[in-house]
């Protein structure tokens, strides 16, 4: 008989597996359906977890730390760490591009992510490790409090463009779910939060 441990990696791996094929709708996904496909009893989901939703942000939690661990770094060399600043542009622009990616890549867990979030924001919490993952890729060159701000506002705008990419072609004459929009898209918020950093400093 399988023990305690091997019980819950078992639900665990079943309801990953079942979220990932929900397209985001996870209001779809019941505890019936997971015991069924564990092949368990519905009682030991509620035993060991307690209820749907605390098994889910478990699994969650547990997606989006695998793939923050491989997820790529970027490694600025010194030749463009004193570029002019245009190459240096290009490069956050093309690094922010690789988070949409991601996002675009996952987007069933994406989604159910931004939303739980947004919804119940915290220090630990999912975009809070993004956040972390960005700031670490900002250029060192700006003050600590600058790299900061422009951090978490690109993470507002990513999460934003992500959930509201159906629609930007309506909204701004960009399809974000097309690489090379997505890309100019990423170009122009770099420029403009550069911008808006000058205006920071002349105050």
Known sequence: MPNQPDIKEKIISTTISLIQRSEGLI????????????DIA??????????KNNLIEICIQRIISHIMKIFPTRERSTDTQ??????????NA??????????????EISRISILGDLSQPNAKSNSA???????RAMPDKDPEKIRKIKAFMLLSTIQSAFLNR??????????????????????????????????????
């Open 27 to 38: 209001e779809n996904i019941t505890i019936r359906d997971i015991a069924q496909k564990a």
């Open 42 to 51: 519905v009682g030991l989901i509620n035993y060991h977890f307690g209820s």
């Open 82 to 91: 004193e570029s002019d600043g245009r190459n240096g542009a290009d490069d």
């Open 94 to 107: 093309a690094f922010i591009a690789s988070v949409f990616r991601f996002l675009l890549d996952h987007p």
């Open 129 to 135: 490790i993004s956040y972390r993952a960005i700031l």
């Open 166 to 203: 159906q629609i930007s072609e309506e909204l701004l004459g960009i399809d974000l779910n097309n690489e090379s929009d997505y890309r100019d898209f990423f170009c122009l918020v770099t420029e403009i939060l550069n911008i808006t950093e000058q205006i920071i400093q002349k105050r």
